[in-house]
C-alpha cells in the first residue's frame, strides 16, 4: 500500500494524484513563499532609495550589489524556496513560475548574467503567455542595466507585438521608459511615461513618475506642461518629501500673475518645521524664479543664502555657487566674480554626474587664466600710477591704505567678539528660564546641574575654540612663547594676571617705508612691469576670442595692446586676429585692419593669409602645424613634464630643421636643459645657441637669459 501511495506522489509520474500532489507544495511551499519575499524586498529597495532632486529622477533605479546586500535576505529565501520545486516537484504545472521566481531574484541580486539565462529558459519551456511576457520584461531591464542595448531593443519590439494585462503593461512601460532614459533618448522617454501614467494607480510610483515628466517637460523648455505634471504630483497622494521637491519646482515656474500668492507660499515652506533641513534647496527654488524674471540682484541675494543655509548638503551648496558663478559669467561679465564662484563650486564637491560638467570644468580652467592675467595688469598699473604720484600724494595714498587696513582689523576684531558672544549665549540657551527655580541649585534644570548641558556646552566650545587651558586672554590664537628671564614669576596667592604682551606691531612709517619699497621704482623696474602688462593683454585677447568667444572685448584688449605696445612682437598676429574677428561679425572694420597689416608687416604669414586666402596651403599648414607642436611641448614643460617635452622638442627639432620653428624648440630644449641639468649645462646651451644662431631674431632673447644665469653664479658664490 505504501509504495502504490509512493507511486502516485512520485515528481516523475503524470498522474492526476501525483501532479495536485506536487502542484499543492510547489504553490504554497515554494511560488508562494518566494514571491512574498520578493515582493517584499522590492518594497524595501523603492522605499529605501536616494532620490537626487537636483538631476532628472530615474525612471527605474538603478540596481547594484550594494542595494542588493540590503534585501539579501529577502533574496536568499526566496531562491531557497523557489528551488525547492526544482528539486522535487518536476512534474508541477507551477515550476515555471519557480523558475520566474529564481529570476527575479538573481535580479534583485544584481546577477544579471544568471537571471537573463533563467528569464530566457521561462520564456522559452513555459506554456503560459502572460509568465513569458514577464519574463522578456525581466529581459529587457537586465539587459538595460547590462547596457545590451541591441538585445533591449529586440525585446521591445517583441513585446510591442503582444497583448499585455493592464499591470504587465504598466511593467512593459517603465522598464522601455527606463532603457530610453539611460541612452539619453528624452522624447522617447517622455512619450513612454504619458502612456504608463495613465494605467498606474494613485500612490508614489505614479507621483514619481509625474515628477520626471515634468523634469522631461523642463528640459524641453515647456514650462506651463511641467508646472501641469509637478501639480499632480501634489493630487497623486506623494510622500512629503517628494511632494516638497514638487512644490519648489512650481515655484522655479511660477507662471501667474499674483506674486503675493506665491511669496506667501514660499515663506510658509522656509518657515516650516519640518523644512528645516530644506532650506538650502527652498532658496534655491525661489532664486530659481528671480532668476527666469531676469531680477538678477535678487537671485543673487537668494542664492547667496541658499549656499550658507544651515543644513545644506554640499551638493546643493555647489548648485548654488554655481548658478551664481554662471549670473556673472554670462550676464555680467564680471569674471572675476565669476572665478571665485566657479571655485567655490568645485570646492563643495560639484558630482561628476553633473550635466555639462565637461564645459563648466573647461570654464573655471579658463577663467584661472583669465583672472590671473587680468590681475597682473590690475597691479602693475596700479604700481605704476603710484610710482607716477608725487612724494606728499603718494604719502597721503599710503594713509589711506593704513587707515583702510585698521578699519578692516577692526572690523574683523569685533566680529570675532561677536561670535564669542552668541557662542557662550548659545550655551545657556538650553536653560528654560522661565521654569527653571533659582533658589533650588540641585533643580537639573539648572544648568551646572545638568551634566547633559554641560557636556554639550563644552563640546559646542572646543568644536569653536580648541581645548583651551583655563586662563586670562584665552581667546588669543597666538601666546608669547617666553617670557624674559629676567621677569619675576607670580605667587600663586597673588590675584594679579600675568599680562602677555601683543606682538608689537610696525609703525606708521614703517608700513609706508615698507610699500615705497615694493613700488617699481627704477626704469628697469618700470620696463619688467611694461612686459608683464603686454603679454598679460595679448594672453587675455586670445582667451576672450578663442575660449570665451567674446569677441567685442577680445577686440577692445587688442587695440588696447597695439595702443600701448606698438612695437609688440604679437603686432602682426594681433592685426590678423581681429581681421578675423571683424570678418565673422560682418564689419567693414576688418578692410581698415586688412591694409594696416599689409602695410606694417607685408612680409609676415599674417599678411600673405589676408592678402590671398589661398596662400600656399602648405607652408600655412607646415607653419600650424609647428606652432601646434610647440605649444603642446611647452604646456608639458611649464607642467613640469620634462621627459615627455622633451620627446615633442626632439621631433620639432628634427621636422622643422632651418627653419625659425627649429630656432623656437631649441630655444625651449635649452630651457628643459636649466630646469634638468643644472646651471652650468644651463649656461653652456645658451652659449652654443648665441654661437650657432648669429642672426637668429630670438638671439636678444638668449643673451638675456645668459646674462641671468652670470649673475646666478655670482650671487651663489657669494654665499
Not at 500500500?1 to 512520485?10: P, Q, R, V
Not at 602677555?500 to 620696463?527: C, F, G, H, W, Y
Request: glycine residues 4%; contains cysteine.
Amino acid at each position: 500500500m505504501g509504495s502504490i501511495i509512493f507511486s502516485a506522489c512520485s515528481q516523475y509520474s503524470k498522474g492526476p494524484v501525483s501532479v495536485a500532489y506536487h502542484d499543492l507544495n510547489s504553490h504554497y511551499n515554494a511560488y508562494f513563499l518566494a514571491n512574498e519575499r520578493l515582493t517584499e524586498a522590492e518594497k524595501v529597495l523603492f522605499s529605501t532609495r536616494k532620490d537626487d532632486y537636483n538631476e532628472m529622477l530615474a525612471v527605474l533605479i538603478a540596481h547594484d550589489t550594494v542595494r542588493a546586500g540590503t534585501v539579501k535576505t529577502q533574496t536568499t529565501y526566496a531562491i531557497e524556496k523557489a528551488s525547492l520545486p526544482v528539486q522535487y516537484h518536476k512534474n508541477s504545472n507551477w515550476l515555471d513560475d519557480c523558475y520566474f521566481q529564481l529570476a527575479r531574484a538573481r535580479f534583485l541580486q544584481a546577477d544579471f548574467e544568471n537571471a537573463i539565462q533563467t528569464y530566457k529558459y521561462v520564456n522559452s519551456e513555459s506554456k503560459d503567455d502572460a509568465l513569458r511576457q514577464r519574463a522578456m520584461i525581466g529581459l529587457l531591464r537586465s539587459f538595460t542595466e547590462l547596457k545590451n542595448y541591441d538585445y533591449a531593443s529586440a525585446v521591445i519590439s517583441r513585446l510591442r507585438k503582444d497583448k499585455l494585462s493592464k499591470h504587465d503593461l504598466v511593467d512593459f512601460y517603465e522598464a522601455r521608459a527606463s532603457y530610453h532614459q539611460v541612452r539619453q533618448e528624452y522624447d522617447q522617454t517622455l512619450a513612454v511615461l504619458k502612456q504608463t501614467v495613465k494605467r498606474m494607480r494613485a500612490g508614489e510610483r505614479r507621483a514619481r513618475m509625474y515628477y520626471i515628466i515634468g523634469q522631461l517637460y523642463q528640459r524641453n523648455n515647456r514650462p506651463k506642461d511641467a508646472y501641469a505634471n509637478f501639480e499632480r504630483v501634489m493630487k497623486s497622494n506623494a510622500s512629503y518629501e517628494l511632494a516638497l521637491q514638487a512644490q519648489l519646482q512650481m515655484i522655479q515656474m511660477y507662471a501667474g500673475k499674483d506674486e503675493r500668492k506665491l511669496l506667501k507660499q514660499f515663506n510658509r515652506l522656509l518657515h516650516d518645521e519640518k523644512n528645516k533641513e530644506y532650506q538650502g534647496r527652498i532658496l534655491y527654488a525661489i532664486g530659481m524664479y528671480e532668476y527666469r524674471k531676469d531680477r538678477l540682484d535678487k537671485a543673487i541675494d537668494y542664492f547667496s543664502q541658499s549656499s550658507q543655509a544651515k543644513g545644506t548638503d554640499n551638493r546643493q551648496k555647489a548648485l548654488a555657487f554655481l548658478k551664481l558663478a554662471e549670473i556673472y559669467y554670462e550676464k555680467q561679465q564680471n569674471y572675476q566674480a565669476a572665478k571665485n564662484y566657479y571655485d567655490s563650486t568645485f570646492n563643495a564637491g560639484l558630482p561628476k554626474s553633473t550635466p555639462d560638467y565637461d564645459v563648466i570644468t573647461k570654464r573655471h580652467k579658463v577663467l584661472d587664466d583669465f583672472v590671473r592675467h587680468y590681475t597682473i595688469i590690475q597691479t602693475e598699473d596700479s604700481l605704476q600710477r603710484i610710482v607716477k604720484m608725487d612724494d606728499a600724494t603718494r604719502s597721503k595714498f599710503f594713509d589711506e591704505v593704513i587707515d583702510k587696513q585698521e578699519k578692516q582689523e577692526q572690523e574683523a576684531e569685533d566680529k570675532k567678539n561677536s561670535e564669542i558672544a552668541r557662542e557662550v549665549g548659545a550655551i545657556f540657551d538650553n536653560l528654560d528660564i522661565e521654569k527653571q527655580s533659582v533658589n533650588n541649585t540641585n533643580d537639573v534644570n539648572w544648568y551646572f546641574s545638568n551634566p547633559t548641558a554641560v557636556a554639550q556646552g563644552r563640546t559646542s566650545f572646543i568644536r569653536k575654540w580648541g581645548n583651551r587651558k583655563l586662563e586670562d586672554n584665552w581667546r588669543r590664537g597666538q601666546k608669547d612663547a617666553t617670557i624674559a628671564e629676567d621677569q619675576p614669576t607670580q605667587d600663586s596667592n597673588d590675584s594679579q594676571p600675568v599680562v602677555t604682551e601683543k606682538p608689537k606691531k610696525p609703525s606708521r612709517e614703517e608700513q609706508k617705508k615698507n610699500m615705497l619699497a615694493k613700488l617699481p621704482m627704477a626704469p628697469e623696474d618700470i620696463e619688467k612691469s611694461n612686459e608683464k602688462i603686454e603679454e598679460a593683454y595679448y594672453e587675455l585677447g586670445k582667451i576672450l576670442d578663442k575660449e570665451l568667444l567674446e569677441k567685442k572685448n577680445a577686440i577692445k584688449d587688442y587695440e588696447t595692446l597695439l595702443e600701448r605696445f606698438p612695437s609688440t612682437e604679437h603686432a602682426a598676429e594681433v592685426l590678423y586676429a581681429m581681421f578675423l574677428i571683424y570678418q565673422e561679425l560682418g564689419d567693414e572694420q576688418q578692410n581698415t585692419v586688412k591694409n594696416r597689416l599689409l602695410t606694417q608687416y607685408p612680409t609676415t604669414l599674417y599678411a600673405k593669409l589676408v592678402s590671398n586666402p589661398n596662400y600656399t596651403r602648405d607652408e600655412n599648414l607646415a607653419d600650424i602645424q609647428a606652432d601646434r607642436a610647440f605649444q603642446e611641448a611647452y604646456q608639458l614643460y611649464e607642467a613640469q613634464n620634462f621627459a615627455e617635452a622633451d620627446q615633442l622638442v626632439q621631433s620639432g627639432l628634427q621636422q622643422y630643421a632651418g627653419t625659425l620653428n627649429e630656432q623656437r624648440f631649441k630655444v625651449l630644449q635649452i630651457k628643459i636643459v636649466g630646469k634638468t641639468q643644472g646651471l652650468e649645462a644651463y649656461r653652456k646651451a645658451l652659449q652654443d645657441f648665441v654661437a650657432a644662431y648669429p642672426q637668429s631674431k630670438l638671439l636678444p632673447y638668449v643673451q638675456n637669459l645668459l646674462l641671468k644665469t652670470d649673475e646666478m653664479g655670482k650671487s651663489s658664490g657669494n654665499k
